[in-house]
């Protein structure tokens, strides 16, 4: 009998490496939320604004009413020392998390799969929340890739529970 078009994409080897691709860019999305943690905590606010002001002068010799490049100059003119200690903070707690939990997926540790699912679903919970006053179209991206490795973590746990209990005690 002949297999179906979907049923090989949906095998267990596939379903693997398509479980590994979304962890290597939920960790690279980690790193980068380390290393911009690390420089919004620790850059002074002046460089921020000068980083903005130099990225935005085409735009604003263009436009001056240019709504992006306006927003990123308005938002780093506003932006507080706690609100900025804060960002960085969260930044770098958050991608800490991410990486941790997927280190220990990629390493096939079984308690790490129920955590993460119970930690990806927050994120979600938490981004869905920021949605709705942000209406950032990568918001919804981010969420949709957690929603995928949501599913394909689930899949990984049910499929190394069922090779643990198969091995038996003292496998």
């Known amino acids: ?10 095998d267990e080897k596939n379903l693997r490496l398509v479980f590994e691709l979304t962890l290597g860019f939920k960790a690279i999305f980690a790193l980068a939320e380390i290393v911009a943690g690390v420089v919004t905590y620790l850059v002074p606010q002046r460089y921020f604004l000068a980083l903005v002001l130099w990225v935005t002068r085409d735009e604003f010799a263009e436009d ?13 003119q506003h932006l507080s020392v706690d609100a900025q200690r ?3 903070l969260y930044l770098l707690g958050h991608g800490v998390l991410k990486l941790w939990l997927v280190t220990g997926l990629l390493r096939g540790r079984l308690w790490y799969f129920p955590v993460s699912i119970v930690v990806f679903a927050l ?4 981004q869905v929340y920021r949605y709705t006053y942000s209406h950032s179209v990568w918001l919804l991206l981010v969420t949709a890739l957690d929603v995928v490795v949501i599913a394909l973590t689930w899949h990984e746990y049910r499929y190394h529970r069922r090779g643990r209990k198969t091995l038996g005690p003292g496998s």
Not at 123 to 126: P, S
Request: positive net charge; hydrophobic residues 50%; without cysteine.
């Open 1 to 10: 009998m002949r297999e179906t078009g979907t049923r090989r994409l949906l």
């Open 64 to 76: 001056p009413h240019d709504l992006v490049a306006n927003f990123l100059l308005h938002t780093v």
């Open 86 to 88: 804060f960002a960085g």
């Open 123 to 126: 994120f979600i919970v938490y």
